[in-house]
């Protein structure tokens, strides 16, 4: 199995976090019934930066020897 570098995951939580920028500002800027569309997909894009972000802190405590905490619980 390819191990993913922490960096990885970094990039991807940022480009994650610009794409639900872009969305929430579109969706301000839109007339109904589009803005609720755009508010969906920005928490979509939202939730996948979440998810990166602690695959990547789960990444880097592995590394680093800690236990990796999963779901809150350690």
């Known amino acids: 199995m390819t191990t ?7 990039t991807l939580g940022s480009h994650y976090r ?4 872009a969305c929430l ?4 800027e839109a007339l109904s ?3 609720d569309e755009w508010r969906r997909l920005a928490a979509y894009w939202a ?3 979440r ?3 602690t695959k990547c802190q789960a990444t880097s ?14």
């Not at 610009?18 to 920028?21: E, G, K, V």
């Not at 500002?25 to 301000?28: I, L, P, S, T």
Request: charged content about 25%.
């Open 33 to 35: 019934p589009y803005d």
């Open 18 to 21: 610009q794409q639900a920028d």
């Open 4 to 10: 993913i570098e922490p960096t990885r995951f970094i």
């Open 51 to 53: 998810e990166a972000e």
């Open 61 to 74: 405590d592995f590394r680093a020897g800690a236990p990796a905490v999963v779901g809150g619980q350690g």
């Open 25 to 28: 500002r579109v969706a301000n």
């Open 47 to 49: 939730k996948l930066a």
